[in-house]
């Protein structure tokens, strides 16, 4: 395994590297943030990126806290003119059960902000150009391909293109590629089992939604095995995926690509949202997706967005999460190279900072997978507004941490949850399994096309709020 300031050999170790202040592997939400923060302070940034944009990627629902960090960065209007569907809460249920909780924002402790649900591929290359007009270098289609000296004030990396980029520090944005976490050796996977997930999913056309402004609540259907987003993306689009066990998918004798519509074939919610949906036939998948990297910053790097970790996208978390982090960590980087802050120090706050802001959903994916939460979270209120708390939690109210009305109501909403398992405090709701249902295949009625045209089909600037 390398040490952070050693060394690996390459071609490209004899031709001068360019130079800029910051080097930043990966243009998603949580790089391009960070190139627009950097950029528009004046300092020298490269972007390098794997793909080209637009490309499709996972992940289309926002939270509300999200809105005030577009605000600052003076993005909002640009972002709501690309299409969308507005958000204003959230919809859970059993999979088998039509009686769902349905919640909005607004009913939270906190006030909430009004948000999205969105195409990543629009919204992604809309923050990648952002940082091109800011004054980044970008290079699309040309990925990290090794880190050869990563230290304090003093990193360079080889690029697909052959050439050598050096720079004051290293900012990994690069997801799941986690280039850092893998070249220091310091990704790790969850312990728990019950964390290891692989994601089935596709976008069509004609999913029924709930009516007015819960048209675009993201769905969330449970059941034994796994869970079932649903999630408008624009007034006609929907993003549909199951989440799982590999345990679970290792025991059926079914193709991965046709994994979606096996279980949608058992849900018997979705399969009645998706009556009349037309769509692709096969699936994407996406698996092996848990894992942290820690620490999550060191001498030349920071790592932000998913290239620190990733969880479960239960709570739709990530893009928020990845994009606050990553401002945050600019912020520390502007100082700390304007000489206004240490290394050290802007690396104890960066840590401090990611650390307080995710232990609350950690805590929260943790239990979500109890079924007494389950049971708590559809009764739909508690005593002491502790429901209320978990609301502005889900709206992404935890930065730098959740205030303490929302940090005490959530330590009480756990001791409940943990108590439901031996009193029952709410109903009991009895679980529902796919295994035990009946299947009744889902009749694509013709298909929208590849998965392709889906991805790169040009942004229409209309807004549809
Ligand atoms: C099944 C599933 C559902 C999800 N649903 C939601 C949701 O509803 N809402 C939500 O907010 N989040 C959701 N997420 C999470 C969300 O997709 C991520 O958290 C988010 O994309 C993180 O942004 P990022 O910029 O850190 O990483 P990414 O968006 O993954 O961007 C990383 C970029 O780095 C590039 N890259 C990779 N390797 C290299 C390399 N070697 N060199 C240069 N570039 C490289 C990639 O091409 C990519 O463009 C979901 C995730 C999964 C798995």
Redesign the pocket.
Known sequence: MPTAATTSTSDSATTAPERFDVLI?????????AAITLARAGLRVCV????H?P?F???????PR?TPLLRELNLEAHVRALPHMSKYGAEFGFANDPATRRFTFNDGLLPGFPVF?IE?AHL?KLLLDQARVAGATVHEG????SIDHLAEGDVRVT??DGRSYAAKLLID?????T?VGRHLGTRKAFDEPELQ?V?Y?QHFEGVRHLAGIEHGH?GIFMSDEGWF?L?AVSPTKT?V?F?TRPSFVRQLDVPPTKLLQWAIARAPVVRERMANATGPADNQV?AD?SYKCRPCAGPGYML?????A?LD?IF????????MA?HHAAGLTIRQLAGQLSPAAARADYTSFVERSTSPFWSLIRTYYKHEFRELFMEGSGPMSVHKAVISLLAGQVFPKPVWTLRWRHTLFNAFVRLQKHVPLVRRRARFSLLTETPAPLSLTGTSGDRQAVIVSAPTLVGVS
């Open positions: 592997a990966g243009g998603g939400p949580a790089g391009s943030t390098l990126e794997k793909d944009h490309r990627h996972i992940g289309e629902s926002i939270l999200n649900n990543r992604d040309n990925p990290v391909r690029a697909a944005a690069s997801g799941h590629g280039i997930k994601a999913f993201p987003w999630i993003s995926g989440v996406l997706f932000v967005g998913d290239a620190g990733f996208p739709s978390t990530g893009v928020t999460l990845a994009m990553s």
